[in-house]
């Protein structure tokens, strides 16, 4: 099981010890979209988290977005507000299976190893990125309330 684990847990995206990991030499970042980057089906993401974006961009990371969301309705907003910070978006990925991981560590042209995923579900973004050898954060969800029952339920089972 500890293999599975993630390896560093943390409140949220805004708590990360950031400066310490590019010290330690990763130099990529994949994030889980909805309640990673913002709540659940938000249209789009919120200041906060692309200004956490730009400033990640600015320290010299590489930066992804990989959302199992097919952003029905959202994908323009979406792709628009991370294509003024160049940052790739892959959606409907399917996590935890690899394809998806696969597709926006070539665009962002990254080793798995000197990769973070940083998540809210342990099913899918923390035993994927760990099936490639990623360094994985878990962060609590943005807002637990704005997801769907199946979701909450899935936090809660894998707490």
């Known amino acids: 099981m500890k293999r599975w684990q993630p390896d560093l847990r943390c409140s949220s995206?805004?708590?990360v010890p950031w400066d310490r990991l590019r010290r330690d030499g990763f130099t990529h970042i994949i994030f889980d979209?909805?309640?990673t980057l913002g709540p659940?089906?938000?249209?789009?993401?919120?200041d906060d988290a692309l200004t956490l974006l730009a400033a990640l961009k600015s320290q010299g990371f590489s930066v992804g977005v990989l959302s199992n969301s097919a952003l029905r309705g959202r994908k323009k907003r979406m792709t628009a507000a991370l294509d003024k910070l160049d940052t790739p978006l892959?959606?409907?990925?399917?996590?935890p299976f690899l394809a998806g991981y696969r597709n926006l560590l070539k665009q962002l042209n990254a080793l798995p190893a000197k990769t973070i995923m940083v998540g809210d579900q342990w099913w899918t973004d923390i035993?994927?990125?760990?099936?490639?050898g990623m360094f994985a954060i878990w962060?609590?969800?943005?807002?637990?309330?704005?997801e769907p029952?199946?979701?909450?339920?899935?936090?809660w089972l894998e707490k």
């Not at 892959?90 to 996590?95: E, G, P, Q, T």
């Not at 035993?127 to 490639?132: C, D, Y």
């Not at 962060?139 to 704005?146: A, G, L, R, T």
């Open 90 to 95: 892959v959606y409907s990925a399917r996590k």
């Open 40 to 46: 659940w089906g938000t249209p789009q993401l919120p």
């Open 13 to 15: 995206i805004f708590d």
């Open 149 to 155: 029952w199946w979701a909450r339920w899935r936090h």
């Open 33 to 35: 979209l909805d309640n």
């Open 139 to 146: 962060i609590d969800p943005v807002d637990y309330f704005s």
């Open 127 to 132: 035993i994927g990125a760990k099936r490639l």
